[in-house]
Every structure is written in structure tokens, then in C-alpha cells.
């Protein structure tokens, strides 16, 4: 494959990843459905993962026949792609990765999981033993390219057919070069998204716990607010 960096911008410009293969596990929630609806859109190929696989053909089935979304149970959908989102809720995270540690092996694997709770004060960041979700996944798949990404996209925005073009920034973190180029430019496969290299794996936990002030703004204001990256 190309250098996805090739040009040298700061936005990654590489070849036309359009035949890349998508699953999003976890894709029946409103996150992971909004993600399939996009990358679909883009020209994806893209596979809806579940536990039960019925449940994922009936997500993509409600997205609409014409964008040609597939459902398959989660290990099959992991497979089948080249890149592996995972939005699955907190509570079972560590448990599904480990478990499809075999069928995403050598895969890049997106982590958008916040670790969140909910309480009479508002939402929260959850303590994670190893630092984020993202770090979390790493340690579940020592032979995947872990990358954490699309923390802060609202699926609202995601889902709605009026919304054409998105005004926001992807931060993207990962340990390996390729892979976080690959996943800015990824994320550039959406109208309006920029993909913006944020750090290493380790500083994941800050960017997942943001989300929870994100949730603050957008109840206060009534809003679907996102992130922009000023000066780059």
C-alpha cells in the first residue's frame, strides 16, 4: 500500500481507500450505526457487527437497502474487514476483544469506546486499570494495530440525513505511524471530518474522558457539539 503520508502535509494524502472493508462491532448502537451510514455513503464496503448476527442484519436492513450495509456476528464481520472499529458499550469491551483476539489479529483496530458513568451530578469519566479503553484493547490484542479514534462524533449528527457535511476534527492516537495515518485519512473520508494526530496510545485517557464535558455542553446548550483544531 502507498505511504498515506505521501506529500507531506500535515493531513495524510494517500491512495484511494475505498476498497477497504470496514466492521464496525458493536454496530447496532446509535454510534455504530451512524459510522456504518458514513463510510458506506463514502463508498465502503461496510459490515455491522453483533453478538447475535440477526440483530446486525436487521441495524443494516433500518440503514437502507441502497447503501448495501451487511450484518454478521461479531467475530465473522471481524474477518471479513481490513480495519475493525470498535464501538461496543464499556461493559463488555475487554471481554469481546479478548475473545476475538485470533480474528483481529494483524488488523488496524479503531477503539472509539468511552468508559463513562452516569450519576444525580451528571456524566463522568470511569477509572480504567490500564489507563483508557484504548490502552485496554492494546493489552487484549497484542497483535493488532490498536488506534483510538472517533471518540467525540455525535451520532445524532451521524445519523441525520439532512446533515451532508460534518464540522469537526477526529482525534486520532496510536503507537504506530502507519496506522494513525491511515486512520486520519480514514476519517477524512467524511465530508467535512479532519483526522488530527493527537499522541501516543497513552495519552487516550484524557481524550476519552473529554467526551464527558462534550456530553455537559451539548445538555446545557441543547447541541451536538464536536471538536475543531485551531493553527493546523
Known amino acids: 500500500m502507498t505511504d498515506p503520508n505521501a506529500g507531506g502535509s500535515g493531513q495524510p494524502e494517500g491512495p484511494d481507500l475505498s476498497a477497504l472493508v470496514i466492521a464496525i462491532l458493536g454496530g447496532t448502537g446509535d454510534q455504530g450505526r451512524g459510522l456504518a451510514r458514513r463510510f458506506a455513503i463514502a463508498g465502503h464496503r461496510v459490515i455491522i457487527g453483533s453478538r447475535q448476527a440477526e440483530r446486525a442484519t436487521a441495524a443494516a436492513t433500518e440503514l437502507g437497502?441502497?447503501?448495501g450495509i451487511e450484518g454478521a456476528a461479531n467475530a465473522e464481520a471481524a474477518r471479513q474487514a481490513d480495519?475493525?472499529?470498535?464501538a461496543v458499550p464499556w461493559d463488555g469491551h475487554g471481554e469481546l476483544l479478548a475473545a476475538l483476539a485470533d480474528d483481529l489479529a494483524d488488523k488496524i483496530v479503531i477503539d472509539c469506546v468511552n468508559p463513562l458513568g452516569?450519576?444525580?451530578?451528571g456524566c463522568h469519566r470511569l477509572p480504567v486499570p490500564e489507563?483508557?479503553?484504548?490502552?485496554?484493547?492494546?493489552a487484549a490484542l497484542p497483535r493488532s494495530?490498536?488506534?483510538?479514534?472517533?471518540?467525540?462524533?455525535?451520532a445524532v449528527v451521524l445519523l441525520d440525513p439532512q446533515v451532508s457535511k460534518l464540522d469537526l476534527d477526529v482525534l486520532v492516537l496510536g503507537d504506530d505511524r502507519q496506522a494513525t495515518d491511515l486512520v486520519q485519512a480514514l476519517a477524512a473520508r467524511i465530508p467535512g471530518v479532519r483526522g488530527v494526530y493527537a499522541g501516543r496510545l497513552r495519552n487516550c485517557g484524557q481524550v476519552e474522558g473529554l467526551t464527558a464535558n462534550l456530553?455537559?455542553?451539548n445538555r446545557r446548550y441543547k447541541a451536538h457539539a464536536g471538536l475543531r483544531i485551531t493553527d493546523i
Open 65 to 67: 437497502s441502497s447503501l
Open 83 to 86: 480495519i475493525v472499529i470498535v
Open 131 to 138: 489507563g483508557s479503553a484504548a490502552e485496554q484493547a492494546a
Open 215 to 217: 456530553v455537559s455542553i
Open 145 to 154: 494495530r490498536v488506534v483510538g479514534a472517533f471518540h467525540h462524533v455525535s
Open 118 to 121: 452516569f450519576d444525580a451530578r
